[in-house]
T-cell receptor
Framework: DAKTTQPTSMDCAEGRAANLPCNHS???????VYWYRQIHSQGPQYIIH???NNETNEMASLIITEDRKSSTLILPHATLRDTAVYYC???????????FGTGTRLKVLA | DTEVTQTPKHLVMGMTNKKSLKCEQH?????MYWYKQKAKKPPELMFV???????INESVPSRFSPECPNSSLLNLHLHALQPEDSALYLC????????????FGQGTRLTVV
């Protein structure tokens, strides 16, 4: 199974960009990278996903390296409400198995 | 409607009780999932249903019994649980296709006493 590794925790000043890295060096060619966040034991909330190209939506941007072995989630202007655990996930090839990484606890500071 | 609804939100049960968790979605998704999450840990996959058939069982003990009676509904039947089974149980659903996101419910907080 493809695995992901993330830093345990990060701090970010309110209003600044938060850059959350993820390593997925064993990812296969047709596996997507997904990002979710979980606020205080609520259900995980979908943020963004991508395959090869960089992606942007109203919440965030996703930058995937050319070799696809790592990616970075960018929250362009972090707010206090972005404080959460952010999970990088690779779906196992050919299955509907979403395997969560250990997650990064992001704390946005006022 | 992009909602996955889980009931109950909280459940306390004794080790000899039988209870069920319920999950419902009306997005037409044909893949549905149960995850278990212990405190300060990531969600762990338990079961995946695809077109109402069990397609993945992550070696979950038989005291957890999933059921998918129709395409909108997913149940998790609980029997003879242990205190260490206390956790947040999350349901999710997705379309049956690659490159699509899964939607999660808010979870059922289960305490086994």
């Amino acid at each position: 199974d493809a695995k992901t590794t993330q830093p345990t925790s990060m701090d970010c000043a309110e209003g600044r960009a938060a850059n959350l890295p993820c390593n997925h060096s064993t990812i296969s060619g047709n596996e997507y990278v997904y990002w979710y966040r979980q606020i205080h034991s609520q259900g995980p909330q979908y943020i963004i996903h991508g395959l090869k190209n960089n992606e942007t939506n109203e919440m965030a941007s996703l930058i995937i390296t050319e070799d696809r072995k790592s990616s970075t989630l960018i929250l362009p202007h972090a707010t206090l409400r972005d404080t959460a655990v952010y999970y990088c996930i690779v779906r196992v090839r050919g299955t509907y198995k979403y395997i969560f990484g250990t997650g990064t606890r992001l704390k946005v500071l006022a | 409607d992009t909602e996955v609804t889980q009931t109950p939100k909280h459940l306390v049960m004794g080790m000899t009780n039988k209870k069920s968790l319920k999950c419902e979605q009306h997005m037409g998704h044909r893949a549905m999932y149960w995850y278990k999450q212990k405190a300060k840990k990531p969600p762990e996959l338990m079961f995946v249903y695809s077109y109402e058939k069990l397609s993945i069982n992550e070696s979950v003990p038989s005291r957890f019994s999933p059921e998918c009676p129709n395409s909108s509904l997913l149940n998790l039947h609980l029997h003879a649980l242990q205190p260490e089974d206390s956790a947040l149980y999350l349901c999710a659903s997705s379309q049956e296709a690659m490159g699509v996101e899964a939607f999660f419910g808010q979870g059922t907080r289960l305490t086994v006493v």
